[in-house]
């Protein structure tokens, strides 16, 4: 193969090797030896450099030949973005054996050895009383959530079963439909209404997770907060849903 001089600095190729089944495309420098160059490569096919056969394809898959002088610069040869450089490895490997992730041996640490470090956030964070091991900021998350409770409580006894209501969510248009429940829940902590909407605008049939909090049809029933529900004189509106 005859070596010839080339002036572009870097140069894109498309790398591939005998122990792995994909390509990869990375630039390297043109003044880098093909030693240098197969020292860059260990580390992107997982051959040992030492154990490296370099052959040289066009852009067209067309084999022009080996890189086997060491000491010669890589844009010495005929190389321009597209070219393909294929890794032979010597070293006695495997095809796929550095793909296959399964093949490593996983380090585990159970719980209790982790608990016994020092050196961990988990220790810090207990040393230093903080997040959830801080008592005043455990204390003060425990008091806002029996405050939101508590208001949550208040609004929900003002609301009755078999009332007619107007549901208002942020970024939903108004329904409306009849307060069929009033209470706490299993699914999610707090004081939920269930609604019975007059159109098939909701998410459930009165049930959540298998657990029944009242009857309506499929699509008919959904639970929102105290805060978002208005009760009163709403009668049914014509959503226009039978014309879809």
Known sequence: MEVTGMTAP???LFISSSLNTYRSEKRYSRSLTIAEFKCKLE???GSPASCMELEL???????????????ALLGSYPI?????????????????EYEDVSQVEKYELSQEAYDQRQDTVRSFLKRSKLGPYSEEERAQQE?????????????ASTISVGSRCE?????????????????????????????????????????????????????????????????????EQDYGLDEM
């Open 10 to 12: 870097t140069v894109t």
């Open 43 to 45: 580390l992107l096919v």
């Open 57 to 71: 394809y066009g852009a067209e898959d067309k084999f022009y030949g080996k890189l086997e002088q060491e000491d």
């Open 80 to 96: 321009d973005d597209g070219c393909r450089i294929h890794v032979i490895d010597h070293s006695g490997a495997r095809l796929g």
């Open 143 to 155: 008091a806002e959530a029996a405050q939101r409770l508590m208001e949550e409580k208040t609004l």
């Open 167 to 235: 549901v208002r969510v942020s970024g939903q248009t108004p329904r409306r439909g009849t307060i069929m429940y009033v209470g706490l829940t299993d699914f999610k902590p707090g004081y939920w209404i269930g609604v019975r909407y007059d159109e098939p605008l909701g998410k459930n049939d009165g049930s959540v997770n298998g657990k029944r909090y009242f009857e309506c049809q499929a699509k008919y029933g959904a639970f929102v907060k105290p805060s978002v529900v208005t009760t009163g004189d709403f009668p």
